[in-house]
T-cell receptor
Framework: AQKITQTQPGMFVQEKEAVTLDCTYD???????LFWYKQPSSGEMIFLIY??????QNATEGRYSLNFQKARKSANLVISASQLGDSAMYFCAMREVSQAGTALIFGKGTTLSVSS | DVKVTQSSRYLVKRTGEKVFLECVQD?????MFWYRQDPGLGLRLIYFSYDVKMKEKGDIPEGYSVSREKKERFSLILESASTNQTSMYLC???????????????FGPGTRLLVL
């Protein structure tokens, strides 16, 4: 079974609008971390935001916020006031803390296209 | 600023050649990772290392080996390149993290490898 599911292969939004990118995860660990990365066409993976499983507040970083619903096992990324430069692939990822030294588990990504 | 560099952005090799992909980080991170990224498959872990001279297999280690002789450098080796190893290769590093904390991974710019 997939551990990270991103159900939206592509999303389209106009400049200045907000957009939500969906992510659901599956883990039996109590302690884990959730990450969002942005990958522009240049290829580099850029870290955007992190949410720990014990964090009570939703994480925010500038125009990015993470809508964390633990009971539903969802960690959606919200981008407010979209910009043309936000057009990229976005990946949700999880690290299970009990798995010491292991890598991130990534979803398959969502392509976001922002138009003027 | 966090910095992970990879030796080449683009590489073209012939089937059967031995290929070295180098990754260097300047953040004194303990953990280093090699992923490959393919359309529709997301990122998959090849190998990771949590200390000098230590390595662990990831999800798809076949056909690859790694070397970590110094803390800042993690090399991925394709012993005999094959066409099915044509892919985007991404290196990442992260700190050890406090117990219970999922440390953020920082990525290099990626190497697009084409094996003919």
């Amino acid at each position: 079974a997939q551990k990270i599911t991103q159900t939206q292969p592509g999303m389209f939004v106009q400049e200045k609008e907000a957009v939500t990118l969906d992510c659901t995860y599956d883990t039996s660990d109590q302690s884990y971390g959730l990450f969002w990365y942005k990958q522009p066409s240049s290829g580099e993976m850029i870290f955007l935001i992190y949410q720990g499983s014990y964090d009570e507040q939703n994480a925010t970083e500038g125009r990015y916020s993470l809508n964390f619903q633990k009971a539903r096992k969802s960690a959606n990324l919200v981008i407010s006031a979209s910009q043309l430069g936000d057009s990229a692939m976005y990946f949700c990822a999880m690290r299970e803390v009990s798995q010491a030294g292991t890598a991130l588990i990534f979803g398959k990504g969502t392509t976001l296209s922002v138009s003027s | 600023d966090v910095k992970v560099t990879q030796s080449s952005r683009y590489l073209v090799k012939r089937t059967g050649e031995k290929v070295f992909l180098e990754c260097v980080q300047d953040m004194d991170h303990e953990n280093m990772f090699w992923y490959r990224q393919d359309p529709g498959l997301g990122l998959r872990l090849i190998y990771f290392s949590y200390d000098v001279k230590m390595k662990e297999k990831g999800d798809i280690p076949e056909g690859y080996s790694v070397s970590r002789e110094k803390k800042e450098r993690f090399s991925l080796i394709l012993e005999s390149a094959s066409t099915n190893q044509t892919s985007m290769y991404l290196c990442a590093s992260s700190s050890l993290g406090l117990a219970g904390a999922a440390e953020t991974q920082y990525f290099g710019p990626g190497t697009r490898l084409l094996v003919l």
